[in-house]
């Protein structure tokens, strides 16, 4: 594929991933770092922390390379790494979420029961939220892009899977 070819704004998004590549990594690295190494770093806070640093790093280092490849060699073209690509995606994006969710949840019960947030059973919580979290994003977002393989049966899924040839 020549690069003139590829339209101007996939060029910005290339050039703005390849950009912030390593300094994603490196900071996500350095969380993750920091968690494991600090005794008391290792809350239930920073666990879900951590877990939205490694949904990054996995999406960068997945998802950002296949995207730069996959313009270069036209593997959009291709079905069955578009739909492993969006199906990536929507998956890291929904673990990433949830997560954030998890944070806010935890957040808002510290600041509302500060007493018996303290003696509650976060750190059971956080360790059951993000395997069950890993879990049910893969699945969805598995099962999405076999319905959208086969046929679309939503509006949403036929325009996020439209992009597949």
């Known amino acids: 594929m020549k690069v003139d070819e590829i339209d101007r704004f996939e060029i910005a998004v290339i050039c703005l991933e390849a950009v912030l590549f390593v300094p994603t990594v490196f900071g996500n690295v350095l969380i993750l770092i920091s968690i494991g190494r600090f005794r008391r770093l290792q809350t239930p806070l920073n666990g879900l922390v951590g877990?939205?640093?490694v949904s990054d790093l996995v999406t960068v280092?997945?998802?950002?390379?296949?995207h730069i490849v996959g313009a270069f060699l036209e593997l959009n073209r291709v079905r069955a790494f578009c739909l492993f690509y969006l199906s990536s995606n929507a998956a890291f994006l929904l673990v990433s979420l949830l997560t954030m969710l998890a944070i806010s949840m935890e957040r808002y019960y510290s600041v509302r029961f500060p007493w018996k947030h303290r003696a509650s059973k976060r750190h059971t919580f956080v360790k059951l939220f993000i395997p069950i979290s890993w879990i049910?994003?893969?699945v969805l977002c598995?099962?999405?892009?076999?319905?959208a393989s086969r046929r679309a049966t939503t509006h949403a899924i036929s325009k996020a899977f439209g992009r597949c040839r």
């Open 51 to 53: 877990n939205l640093a």
């Open 136 to 138: 049910i994003s893969l």
């Open 142 to 147: 598995r099962y999405s892009g076999g319905i």
């Open 61 to 66: 280092l997945i998802l950002t390379p296949g």
